[in-house]
């Protein structure tokens, strides 16, 4: 959702002389005080994204058309590279600030992913890795959100800005082809038809592509340049058809309005945090292009009145830094105030803030750069500066890395007592201080601690059904001694980390069945329609392949009073697998924080009285376990909370290893560290030798 200026965007005098229209000034300082309202108090999109691309194409095709209607030559690398003049000083500006508040403010352990935004949003990717990693863009509490979130959209246009001019010169060169060896009229070769049919087609096949990605999977879709592409494309031929558009007085009243509060609206009318970018998202873009062909009405009652404000347009001139500055101080505010979204009276701070750093940015780096003479002097001279200002972004992010794994690797190679994790909890440990040591893992590797999967997850090992997704964990080419395979959620993935060494060792066939968020039981209208059908397709692989047994999470806990309660329906998941003489095994849940206990260590310490949280904050005083024993015959029960909460607290950190990775899911070092007391429970509860 950036506002990134084009060639034909800037305010200066030569721009003004040559087709500058203000009220498109107007209309992009509307679209970012949408992004930033919507930012800051709904927490919702609001389309405004749309519009910025929509208005850049728009103002880049003006452009472009004047040269080739002039015969001036494109120059595609000076133009390049002067762009990237333009973009890169404000970008490096605010990029450094909001590194130096990461280091204040934000816990180490989010340090990693922001420096590798960093580097994607240098490098014009960033809407890819956040595509990959599967980005909830629309989530309630920005306070959890990288600051660099939001330049997903800047490097969207930064490879349109790329692709485009190809575009240009394509046309161009083929225009040039045919008129020299065909004898093709001369109302054939007009380059403004070549380049309707070039962004025509860009056009339906973006949007084609937009509508059916974003039907299937709507979070990716929505940082896909892919689906983008539609939405300058019709900024594109908007700028070509304009001159063929000349509506009435009247008319360009009624578009100017009827845009203007079809634009207005869009966030709230529509539920864009589930179907944007698809053709809904044609809403904000035809809204903003009805105001684009109202252009200046010659009525006092035109919208053009009021976008060509002269506040609004000062406003419109700073917008690129706007939206450069307010995402990063509203994350970083909240971050720091511990809040999950501002009042009313913080919501205005921030914005203030956002616009007085925007207008200072504009003022003591946009212009001095842009006006200043010796980068206009070749294209080496623009190339040095270009260089100049990555350097000057690249360097500090290279040596805060490379700081970070030199961290990492000294905690990693600490000796193994002074790590002891939940072995400290054991019996023959009681009382025994834990020596001083780095705490493992390092902040830096902490997106590392989900347990893994090993083995190969391939069609001759995991069920065909295509609601379940499944990986063979160890397999023997003998008879194995027990097959067991793994059903539930991330809170029955995290005790792979301990299952899985043991199945090795022991030479058992292990098979998990996981769906986020979906705790195996029976059906039940406490789970979603998705989750209640994984959990019957999961039990007919099951019931199919009849393993020795099937290990779950047997209890459900909470954030918040009663902390922990029965599974939903869970007896009547598991008897059908007892009745086919299948063992079941359940073991307790592990404690959920309304904190993210890595986090308030790394604030607070590790003996803050906020990072050890009381039991009966935490788990339930009688295990609901309890009143499942003697019901199902072949249900064997297991309880490892002493080994995560003692001496009637629940720790963030234990034997100097962080329990958690967040707000409810165990290490995967914490969890090695109970393998043994895991293996010796699993096997007494079973009878299993």
Not at 419 to 448: F, H, S, V, W, Y
Not at 589 to 608: L, S
């Amino acid at each position: 959702m950036t506002a990134s200026p084009s060639p034909a965007a800037s305010g200066s005098a030569a721009s003004r002389k040559s087709g500058y229209r203000p009220e498109v000034q107007g209309l992009r300082a509307l679209a970012v005080l949408m992004v930033v309202t919507y930012h800051v108090w709904l927490g919702r999109v609001s389309g405004g994204v749309d519009i910025f691309l929509l208005i850049s194409a728009f103002l880049m095709t003006l452009s472009f058309a004047r040269k080739v209607e002039c015969g001036k030559p494109l120059r595609l690398v000076s133009y390049w590279l002067h762009l990237l003049k333009r973009l890169l000083p404000a970008v490096m500006v605010v990029v450094m600030g909001l590194l130096l508040g990461t280091w204040a403010v934000l816990p180490q352990s989010r340090w990693p992913d922001i420096l590798d935004q960093a580097w994607a949003s240098l490098l014009y990717r960033q809407n890819w890795l956040l595509a990959d990693t599967a980005v909830d863009y629309y989530a309630q509490d920005h306070s959890g959100a990288s600051p660099l979130q939001h330049f997903w959209s800047l490097s969207i246009q930064g490879q349109v800005f790329l692709l485009w001019p190809l575009v240009f010169a394509g046309a161009a060169v083929l225009r040039t082809a045919l008129r020299r060896w065909t004898a093709l009229d001369e109302r054939l070769l007009n380059h403004r038809l070549f380049l309707a049919l070039a962004f025509g087609a860009i056009l339906a096949a973006s949007l084609a592509y937009s509508i059916d990605e974003t039907a299937s999977n709507q979070a990716y879709a929505y940082f896909d340049t892919r689906a983008r592409l539609w939405e300058f494309a019709l900024g594109s031929l908007l700028a070509l058809a304009l001159p063929y558009l000349k509506p009435g007085k009247v008319l360009r009243v009624v578009l100017g309005w009827a845009g203007l509060a079809a634009m207005l609206s869009c966030g709230l009318l529509l539920s864009v945090d589930s179907s944007f970018p698809g053709f809904i998202a044609l809403w904000p873009t035809l809204a903003a292009a009805c105001i684009i062909v109202a252009g200046r009405s010659g009525s006092r009652f035109g919208v053009d009145r009021f976008l060509t404000w002269r506040p609004l347009v000062a406003l419109g001139d700073n917008s690129y830094a706007l939206y450069l500055w307010h995402w990063p101080l509203l994350v970083l505010t909240l971050a720091g105030l511990g809040l999950s979204k501002p009042n009313l009276w913080q919501g205005l701070a921030i914005v203030a803030a956002s616009v007085l750093l925007a207008v200072l940015t504009t003022r003591f780096v946009e212009k001095p750069l842009r006006q200043w003479h010796w980068p206009q002097r070749g294209a080496w001279h623009t190339a040095v500066v270009i260089a100049a200002c990555g350097a000057l972004l690249a360097g500090p992010v290279t040596l805060w890395q490379s700081h970070m794994v030199a961290d990492e690797a000294a905690a990693a190679s600490q000796p193994r007592e002074l790590t002891p994790g939940a072995a400290a909890l054991a019996p023959e440990n009681a009382g025994k201080p834990t020596p001083d040591a780095r705490i493992i893992p390092a902040p830096g590797a902490m997106k590392n601690e989900w347990a893994d999967i090993d083995g190969l997850c391939t069609d001759g090992n995991v069920p065909g059904n295509p609601l379940l997704a499944g990986c063979l964990q160890n397999s023997r080419p003998d008879p194995v001694a027990k097959r067991i395979v793994v059903l539930g959620d991330s809170h029955a993935q995290q005790y792979m980390a301990a299952l899985g060494p043991i199945a090795k060792s022991r030479g058992w066939e292990v098979v998990t069945l996981l769906k986020g968020n979906c705790r195996f039981g029976g059906e039940s209208g406490e789970r979603n329609a998705d989750c209640n059908a994984f959990n019957r397709a999961s039990a007919d692989y099951v019931l199919e392949h009849e393993p020795d047994a099937v290990f779950t999470v047997a209890s459900l806990t909470l954030k918040d009073a009663p902390y922990e309660t029965e599974v939903p329906q869970y007896l009547e998941g598991i008897k059908p697998f007892t009745d086919a003489g299948i063992e079941v095994v359940g073991i307790r849940d592990n404690p959920r924080f309304n904190i993210n206990m890595p986090e308030c260590v790394q604030k607070k310490g590790a003996r803050a009285a906020d990072c050890n949280v009381p039991l009966q904050e935490s788990l339930a005083e009688a295990s609901p376990l309890d009143d499942y024993r003697g019901k199902v015959p072949g249900l064997h029960l297991m309880d490892l909370s002493d080994f995560i909460c003692a001496d009637r607290n629940c720790p963030a950190v234990v034997g100097n290893v962080y329990v958690y990775k967040d707000d409810n899911h165990l290490t995967k070092t914490y969890v090695q560290s109970m393998a043994p007391m895991f293996e010796e429970r699993l096997l007494a509860a079973t009878g299993w030798k």
